[in-house]
């Protein structure tokens, strides 16, 4: 089959033939019918994430059953599934403590589940590698979904809408009347932004360097669009009576928008690191600002969902018009035009890009 793969730190990314394990026991085979283009992708690929190579990307994707393996109970042939890029192991620590997207078993950057190039181990993002026609993954990294669901939505159900959607709903508790202010409008920010819409925000302040943003962050149903630069912190307290919001949603992944974030956020408030930054990009706060401002620093990993319970929600309120999200697919595009597509959102260009099989 073809994918796409990234050989080193820096060089683009190509569509290569790969070989793909056999179907094991406890696994399912996924043709992939849509897979999305996501910045963590992209980090893997500039370095900002470290991951070993050579490397198939991808790990947001929906498609169809085509064969199951011995011991597969909970999925058939033909059902339609969303790819689940940590699938929680139900009997570590976290899980049972009701924390399973802090799994000890899973989230690993980059396995290796017998994928092979040239006759040699081809590495897989998040043990997935979706970015191609088939996955073969654990029957517990794929949740079922309704087939009427257009599977360009239900790809992204499973990265940028849980993530996004989830730091608004489970991590940050978003309340009617809240204002919250999401920094960074990609596929994660601008889900951020419709769910603080939908949860009844009353100000939901989206913030990008992109002017060309704004349209799509109205779209998702800001109530405000600022550039991120330096009079941000002031622009915020603008539109909040002096005092800066409830919520900061940092849907960028840098220390800078994190800094921006903590400072457009009201004393008392707390701010929400969604983005996955660099582990040497270092955020200076002061011990005096820490105590003075009362704020909360939190992050949110996968949403803080439990993607078997919170996919098969998230797809109910697609398909009876409680979640809009058809503003979120900005283009459509197959393997072919992937590596160009990680090039424009590098340039933060559209919403996101999904790759059609
Ligand atoms: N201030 C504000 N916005 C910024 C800044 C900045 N300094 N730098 C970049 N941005 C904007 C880009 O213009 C773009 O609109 O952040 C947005 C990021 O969007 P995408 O690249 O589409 O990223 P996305 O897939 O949404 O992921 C966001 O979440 O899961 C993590 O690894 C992922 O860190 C990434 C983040
Ligand atoms: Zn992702």
């Given at each position: 089959?073809?994918?796409?793969?990234v050989r080193?730190?820096?060089?683009p990314?190509r569509?290569?033939p790969v070989e793909?394990?056999a179907t094991?026991r406890?696994?399912?085979?996924?043709?992939?019918r849509a897979?999305?283009?996501?910045?963590?992708?992209l980090?893997?690929?500039d370095?900002?994430i470290?991951?070993p190579y050579p490397l198939?990307?991808g790990?947001?994707?929906?498609g169809?059953?085509?064969?199951?393996?011995d011991d597969?109970?909970?999925i058939?042939v033909?059902?339609h599934?969303?790819?689940?890029?940590?699938?929680?192991?139900?009997s570590?620590?976290?899980?049972?403590?009701?924390?399973p997207?802090l799994c000890?078993?899973?989230?690993?950057?980059?396995?290796?589940v017998?994928h092979?190039?040239?006759?040699?181990?081809?590495?897989?993002?998040?043990?997935l590698?979706a970015?191609?026609?088939q996955?073969?993954?654990?029957q517990?990294?794929?949740?079922s979904v309704?087939?009427?669901?257009?599977?360009?939505t239900?790809?992204?159900?499973?990265c940028?809408?849980?993530?996004?959607v989830?730091?608004?709903?489970r991590?940050a508790d978003?309340r009617?009347g809240?204002?919250v202010?999401?920094?960074?409008?990609?596929?994660v920010?601008?889900?951020?932004v419709?769910a603080?819409?939908?949860?009844?925000?009353a100000?939901?302040i989206?913030v990008d360097?992109a002017p060309?943003?704004?349209?799509?962050?109205h779209?998702?149903?800001?109530?405000?669009?600022?550039?991120a630069d330096?009079?941000?912190?002031?622009?915020v307290?603008?539109?909040t009576?002096?005092r800066?919001?409830?919520?900061?949603?940092e849907?960028?992944?840098r220390?800078?928008?994190?800094?921006?974030?903590?400072?457009?956020?009201r004393?008392?408030?707390?701010v929400?690191?969604v983005?996955?930054?660099?582990?040497?990009d270092?955020?200076?706060?002061?011990?005096?600002?820490?105590?003075?401002?009362?704020?909360t620093l939190?992050?949110?990993?996968y949403g803080?969902s439990d993607?078997?319970?919170?996919?098969?929600?998230?797809?109910r309120?697609?398909?009876?018009?409680?979640?809009?999200?058809?503003?979120l697919?900005t283009?459509?595009?197959?393997?072919?035009?992937?590596?160009?597509?990680?090039?424009r959102m590098a340039?933060?260009?559209?919403a996101?890009?999904?790759?059609?099989?």
């Amino acid at each position: 089959m073809r994918g796409l793969v990234v050989r080193g730190v820096g060089t683009p990314p190509r569509v290569e033939p790969v070989e793909l394990p056999a179907t094991g026991r406890g696994q399912v085979r996924v043709a992939v019918r849509a897979a999305g283009v996501c910045h963590s992708d992209l980090s893997m690929v500039d370095g900002t994430i470290a991951a070993p190579y050579p490397l198939l990307l991808g790990h947001e994707a929906a498609g169809v059953v085509v064969e199951v393996g011995d011991d597969v109970d909970r999925i058939a042939v033909g059902d339609h599934v969303v790819l689940d890029w940590a699938p929680p192991c139900r009997s570590c620590w976290y899980c049972g403590h009701g924390e399973p997207w802090l799994c000890e078993r899973s989230g690993t950057p980059a396995a290796t589940v017998g994928h092979t190039i040239d006759g040699e181990p081809l590495h897989v993002t998040l043990g997935l590698g979706a970015l191609a026609e088939q996955v073969v993954v654990p029957q517990q990294a794929v949740v079922s979904v309704p087939p009427d669901l257009p599977f360009a939505t239900a790809a992204l159900l499973g990265c940028a809408v849980l993530t996004g959607v989830g730091a608004i709903r489970r991590t940050a508790d978003v309340r009617p009347g809240d204002s919250v202010a999401v920094i960074g409008l990609g596929g994660v920010g601008l889900s951020a932004v419709a769910a603080a819409r939908a949860a009844g925000a009353a100000r939901v302040i989206a913030v990008d360097v992109a002017p060309a943003k704004a349209e799509l962050a109205h779209a998702a149903g800001a109530t405000d669009f600022l550039l991120a630069d330096d009079t941000l912190s002031r622009a915020v307290r603008s539109l909040t009576d002096g005092r800066g919001v409830d919520h900061a949603v940092e849907c960028v992944g840098r220390a800078a928008t994190i800094r921006a974030a903590w400072r457009a956020t009201r004393r008392g408030g707390q701010v929400i690191v969604v983005g996955m930054g660099g582990k040497d990009d270092m955020v200076a706060l002061s011990a005096l600002e820490i105590f003075h401002s009362a704020r909360t620093l939190r992050s949110s990993v996968y949403g803080s969902s439990d993607p078997d319970r919170d996919v098969p929600e998230l797809a109910r309120a697609v398909l009876d018009g409680t979640l809009d999200l058809d503003f979120l697919v900005t283009d459509r595009i197959t393997l072919d035009d992937a590596p160009e597509a990680l090039a424009r959102m590098a340039r933060g260009e559209g919403a996101r890009t999904v790759v059609l099989f």
